[in-house]
């Protein structure tokens, strides 16, 4: 498929007014360099209410590719269900975003624990409110099939270092709105039209697809960095490129938009898994066959 534009967003699912781990990388469809998106009003940091308007406000007349990075869904396939033996449990992607948004409608800027307050649903999590009885350590289809060169923590986490559980809550949230505005893969089938297309990210698979790892106490290097770019065919960051904080947001964002403008070239990254309309797909996860 072609686009005119690659936007890489590495994701935060925090309480705080503003998401110091929410950056933005863009790309264009010419052969330049990927560089980060400032947040508007001169603010210093992003939130997620600042992200989705900026978003909605993309030229109309240019078909986009915006990653995310948190997932999309949750595990289904392996129970037939998203929440084992809950009354009025989802039976599909859309109805879980409805879902969780209606148990965090108390929530600004598209916060989502306050569905751990839920006595039944609360224990499908391992939460910062408790560690629920139903919980386990399920795993997505495409989180196998990324196993072989990494797979994130189980979506139901909310704790702890591999705690992605929480963005995707903010996340699930957030499609509710985007759904209507975007064609959100791989749920939705994808015409032939200028509607910008919304994909779930894995960062770190991007990285180590190439066997590049985070220095132990620096993080990634410029240089590692640039290398990633040049394995995705594209230029590097510029001089006065800078990352901020331990966690190298920014070079998450970055390398995603090249990941994305590499593996939109390829047909074969854009076949999943049949059960992916219920799970979602990591974007650049190889496909290998039904029966995993």
Not at 12 to 20: A, H, L, M, N
Not at 181 to 195: S, T
Not at 215 to 228: E, H, R, S, V
Not at 253 to 282: P, R, T
């Amino acid at each position: 498929m072609i686009f005119d534009g690659f936007f890489g967003i590495d994701w935060s699912g925090d309480k705080s007014k503003f998401q110091k781990g929410i950056k933005v990388a863009y790309l264009d469809k010419k052969n330049t360099n990927p560089k980060i998106i400032a947040p508007p009003n001169k603010n210093r940091y992003w939130n997620r209410s600042s992200l989705i308007e900026y978003l909605k406000h993309l030229n109309s007349n240019k078909s986009y590719l915006i990653g995310f990075d948190f997932a999309f869904a949750y595990p289904f396939e392996d129970y037939k269900n998203y929440f084992i033996d809950l009354d009025n449990s989802p039976e599909s992607a859309k109805k879980l975003w409805d879902f969780i948004d209606f148990h965090n409608s108390e929530n600004s800027n598209y916060y989502g624990g306050n569905i751990w307050k839920n006595k039944k649903i609360s224990e499908y999590f391992n939460s910062p409110v408790k560690r629920g009885v139903k919980f386990k350590s399920r795993r997505r289809i495409t989180e196998i099939h990324a196993k072989k060169i990494c797979s994130p923590s189980p979506t139901f986490n909310c704790v702890g270092p591999g705690a992605v559980g929480t963005g995707s809550l903010a996340g699930m949230r957030v499609l509710k709105i985007l759904k209507k505005n975007y064609n959100i893969w791989p749920f939705d089938d994808l015409k032939n039209d200028k509607k910008s297309v919304i994909v779930e990210i894995f960062p770190t698979l991007y990285f180590r697809k190439h066997s590049i790892k985070p220095k132990k106490n620096t993080g990634y290097t410029l240089n590692q960095i640039n290398d990633a770019l040049k394995k995705y065919n594209c230029l590097p960051v510029s001089k006065n490129f800078k990352m901020f904080g331990p966690d190298q947001d920014e070079a998450d964002a970055i390398i995603s938009v090249a990941a994305l403008k590499y593996f939109s070239q390829n047909k074969k990254y854009w076949k999943v898994h049949k059960g992916a309309k219920k799970e979602g797909w990591i974007y650049g996860v190889k496909f290998i066959n039904d029966k995993v």
